[in-house]
C-alpha cells in the first residue's frame, strides 16, 4: 500500500505524464469537439438553405404557372361567353399543375377577396404574387370538403412542447398564389393553391433534396418538416416505425426561439422522442405574421457514438501508457520505498494502541536509518507519558461521572417544579378571569334581557312582527350566560355537572352558519357544504354550537376577508367505534409546522391583542369531555382542516 512519501515520490516523477499529457488531450479534445460540433451546425444550415430555396422555388414556379394561364389565347376565348368550357379548363389545369384549388376571381368576388387576401391584392394590381397563406376550416370547405379534411390533424401530447388546451388542427397551410388575367375586359384574377398539410410528396421531395442528393455524407439520418406554428402538418419524422408524427408538437424552446423571437434555430433539438441536429426556419404569410415553420435535421446520436468512441479511445491509451510506467518507476524505486514502508507499518500499529511497537535496527546509517531511531525514541517517550494520562484520566472520569449524575437529579427535579409552577399561575389566571368575565359579562346582560322583557309587555301584540328577533336576542342572551358558565367549566370542571342530549350535528352546524352570517357575509368568502347522514351523538348541543363558531370564526379571520369554507359531515368509525366526523377546512395560510404542538394550548394564540388565547383550549376540552377527538392538519393545497368526531350515543351508553 502508498504511504505519503511513496506517493510524492510517485507522482514527482510522473507529474509531467499525468497532468501535462491529459492537460494537452483535453484542450486538443476540446477544440476537436468544438470543431466537430460546428461542421454539424454547418451541414444543418446548408441543409436548411436548400429546404428553404426548394420552398421559394415552389411558390416562384406556382406563380410563374399561374401567370402563363393568365396570358394563354385559350382562356382568353374561353372567358368570352364558354363558362362550362372554361370550367373545364380551369380543372384540366389544376390537375396538369398539380394544385390542390384553381379558380377565375372577377367583379364583386374579386374586390372581397383583394379585401381580404395580400396575394389577389398584388394580382389584382397587375403583379403575380405567391405566399404562404393559412386558411382557416371554413376557408378550405368552401373550396372543397376534401381539402378540409386533409388539412384535419389530430394533435398529440408531446414531450417539452408547450401544454394547449386544443385538441385538432383544422386550419390549413396553403402556397397560395395568384396572377393577373390582361387584356380587355373588367379585371380579373386566376387565383391557385396547394394545401401543405399532409403533403407528403412535398416533405419528402424536401428531404430527398437534402438528404440523397449532393451528400458527401450519406449515412446521416435526416429528416424534414413543415409546421403551422408549432404543429407538423407534414413530416417524415416518424412516431412508431410506419406512423408519421403528424401533430406532434415543437419544443417551448424552440418555439420561442422561432415563432416569437423570428430568429433561425441552427443548435441540438429534441424531436419527437430524440436529439436531432436541427435547423428551425421561421416562415411568414402574405401579412408578415410568423405562422410557422420550415425544419430539417439529422439524428444526433451517431455522431455522438463516434465522439464518444474517440474518446475512449485517446483515454485507453492514456491508462496503458501510465500502467506501463508506474510499475517500472515503483521497481526502480523500492530501495527507498522499503524502510519507510517499515515506518508506516511501526505507525500504524501505535496508532491502533501498540504502543511497544519499534522500528528496530536496520543495519543503516544514512539518513533514513537515524529518522528510524529518533522515531523509536520519541514512541518510547510517548509510552510513558500514555501511561501517567490514563492514571489521570481515571480519576478525572470518576469524579465527572459522579457530577453529571447530581446535575441530572438536579434537571429533574427543576423541570418537573417549573412546570408545576407554570400550571398553577396558568389555572390561578383562569380563575381570575372567569371570576371578572362572569360579573362584567352577567350584569350587562341581565340589563339587556330585562328590557327584552319590558319591550315585550309594553308592546304587547304590537310586538309580534319582531318576536323572532326579539326570540333570537332571548337565545343569543341564554347563549352568552352559557359560555359564561363553560368558561367557568374550563376553569373548575369538577364543580359544574352537564346537560348532554342526543344531538342531530347537522342540525347544530346549519344554526352556527345563520349565528355567524353576519361575519361571513361582509367578506368575500363562499361556504360550501356536504352532509351525509350520521349517527346522533351525546353532547350539549350548546357546547357543540361554540366549539362550531369558534374553529369557523378562525377560519374567516385567517383567510382575511377572501377564500373558500368547506364543511363536510360524514359517518366514520374509530378504533372500531361508530361516530361521526365533521370537518372544517379554509383557504387561509395553514399553520405553522413549529406550532402544531401550542394550537390546543391554554392563551396560545396567533392573533395578539385581541383573542386570549382560550377558544380552541376550551373547544378541546368539551369535545373531549363528551367522548370525542379534535385534530388540525394543514392542508396539501393551502389552509388548515380540524377535524371534530363525536362517538355514536349508543356506543356510549352501550
Known sequence: MLNSVRLRLLILALLPLIVLMPLLMVLAMARWNSDYDKVLIANVESDLRIAEQYLGQLQSNSARALQGIADSARLAALMAGNATGLEMFLAEQQQALELDFLYLLEGETLTQAKAKWPV??????????????????????????ALAEQARIDLIDTEAAIPTARAVEDRGMVVHSAAPVRGIGPPRVLVGGLLL??????????????????????SRQGTATLFLEDTRVST???????????????????????????KTWLDRAFVVNDWYISGYLPLTD?????????????????????????????????????????????????GIFAPLEQMTQTMERVE??????????????????????????????????????????????ARVEERTSELQVANAKLEETFRQLVMSEKLASIGEITAGVAHEINNPVAVIQGNVD??????????????????????????????????????????????????????VVQDCLVLVDHVISRQEIRVLTQFEDTPTVHIDPGELQQVVINIIINASQAMEGRGTLAISLTAEDRDGIPGAALRIADTGPGIPADRFDQIFDPFFTTKRGEGTGLGLSISQ?????????????????????FLLWLPERSAIFD
Open 120 to 145: 389577389i391584392h398584388a394580382a389584382a394590381a397587375g403583379r403575380r404574387s405567391s405566399q404562404i397563406d393559412i386558411f382557416d376550416a371554413a376557408d378550405l370547405k368552401a373550396r372543397s370538403a
Open 286 to 334: 402574405s401579412f408578415g405574421k410568423r405562422v410557422g415553420m420550415l425544419y430539417v435535421g439529422f439524428l444526433e446520436s451517431p455522431y455522438q457514438t463516434a465522439k464518444r468512441a474517440a474518446y475512449w479511445t485517446v483515454f485507453g491509451a492514456f491508462v496503458f501508457v501510465i500502467a506501463l510506467s508506474v510499475p517500472l518507476f515503483l521497481w526502480l524505486a523500492k
Open 621 to 641: 376540552t368539551l369535545i373531549q369531555r363528551a367522548g370525542g377527538r379534535v385534530s388540525v392538519r394543514n392542508r396539501r393545497a393551502r389552509g388548515a382542516e
Open 352 to 397: 491502533r494502541g501498540d504502543l511497544t511497537a519499534r522500528n528496530g535496527t536496520r543495519g543503516r546509517s544514512d539518513e533514513i536509518g537515524q529518522v528510524a531511531a529518533h522515531l523509536d525514541s520519541l514512541l518510547d517517550q510517548v509510552q510513558e507519558r500514555d501511561r501517567r494520562l490514563r492514571n489521570w484520566a481515571d480519576e478525572l472520569n
Open 454 to 507: 319590558v319591550m315585550r309587555m309594553t308592546l304587547g301584540t304590537a310586538a309580534d312582527p319582531v318576536r323572532t328577533e326579539l326570540d333570537l336576542i332571548d337565545n343569543q342572551v341564554m347563549r352568552i350566560g352559557a359560555i359564561v358558565g363553560k368558561l367557568l367549566q374550563f376553569a373548575r370542571p369538577s364543580e359544574f355537572g352537564t346537560f348532554a342530549e342526543s344531538v342531530d350535528i347537522a342540525a
Open 236 to 262: 417524415n419524422v416518424r412516431l412508431f416505425e410506419d406512423v408519421r408524427a403528424l401533430g406532434t408538437r415543437v419544443s417551448a424552446a424552440v418555439r420561442a426561439a422561432v415563432l416569437t423571437q423570428g
Open 197 to 218: 398539410n399532409r403533403n407528403l410528396d412535398f416533405i419528402d421531395t424536401i428531404n430527398a433534396l437534402v438528404y440523397l442528393h449532393g451528400q458527401s455524407d450519406v
